[in-house]
């Protein structure tokens, strides 16, 4: 169901109720609905969570989902800077606590492909963290940030609804390869 070189699963387990989930894990990638920003920089965290599920998500409300054993991986039905309701509404749906969630998200601060894994930190200005940050009340969460500073030059605000090149996707493909998640 999942491609994860960096998780091991046991047996699936079959749960009465998909809201089953207090040791889970949920990946959560940030990014921007529609087709028109698919392959744009600030959608890094939706294409690093689409390159680990081998099944297609279920939707709900402001989040789209695929589950299996205790990790879940989710997209944000929302825009960036509403990204809190989708971290807020899939922690519900699942009862999992901020602790659970790892966000993965665009860093414009990193060159393209490189990441850092950082935990209970600020914004750093990124207005989907800290819309999540906002709606969760809490920073006790784990950030996965995706570098997307290639080619492209200037403030991000300029550059991040605009989309990759080829190149730039499979650089960033080759590097969601490379990430080992703590988990």
């Keep these: 169901m999942f491609k994860l070189p960096f998780f091991s699963f046991g047996k699936e387990k079959e749960s009465a109720s998909t809201n089953e989930s207090s040791s889970s894990t949920l990946i959560l990638g940030l990014g921007n609905p529609g087709q028109k920003y698919e392959q744009t920089y600030h959608n890094a965290g939706h294409l690093y969570v689409e390159s680990l599920a081998e099944t297609s998500f279920k939707r709900y409300k402001s989040f789209s989902f695929a589950k299996r054993d205790n990790l879940v991986l989710a997209k944000s039905l929302t825009f960036m800077n509403q990204s809190g309701l989708a971290a807020r509404g899939a922690l519900r749906y699942f009862n ?4 659970n969630l790892i966000v993965a998200h665009d860093d414009s601060d990193l060159p393209l492909g490189e ?69």
């Design 115 to 183: 990441y850092k894994i950082t935990k209970g930190q600020g914004s750093a200005g990124h207005k989907g963290v800290q819309s999540v940050i906002d709606h969760l009340k809490s920073k006790e969460f784990t950030r996965l940030r995706i570098g997307i500073r290639g080619q492209a030059r200037g403030k991000a605000r300029e550059f991040v609804l605009k989309p990759m090149s080829k190149k730039e996707l499979e650089n960033l493909q080759e590097a969601f390869r490379q990430i080992s998640l703590p988990v």
């Design 96 to 99: 999992l606590k901020p602790e």
